[in-house]
């Protein structure tokens, strides 16, 4: 059974940084596209990033673009998103998801970017 568990989020200022964790477990990253996807208060899920089995290819939505970098640590089983420059729009619960329309999401981290 496939159980991802997302760590991480809290209360940033604007420009503030925060790095985000998921756990993973009854998969491996290993062989594994991940991604991280998001859900703003009132808004639908918008997927933000991408990362393949082999790590090599990455892709962004615009909106992140320059500030979120996505990496994983394939002994940890552990996928993260590091977020900087954050914006008072990146407010949102943050997942990680098995495909980019968050299919088998974890619970999910809230995000807040306010001064």
């Known amino acids: 059974q496939v159980q991802l568990v997302e760590s991480g989020g809290g209360l940033a200022q604007p420009g503030g940084s925060l790095r985000l964790s998921c756990t993973a477990s009854g998969l491996s990253l290993r062989n594994n596209v991940m991604n991280w996807v998001r859900q703003a208060p009132g808004k639908g899920l918008e997927w933000i990033s991408s990362i393949s089995s082999s790590g090599l290819s990455i892709s962004y939505a615009d909106s992140v673009k320059g500030r979120f970098t996505i990496s994983k640590d394939v002994e940890r089983n552990t996928l993260y998103l590091q977020m900087d420059n954050l914006k008072p729009e990146d407010t949102a619960v943050y997942y990680c998801?098995?495909?980019?329309?968050?299919?088998?999401r974890g619970q999910g981290t809230q995000v807040t970017v306010s001064s």
């Open positions: 998801a098995l495909t980019r329309a968050g299919h088998n």
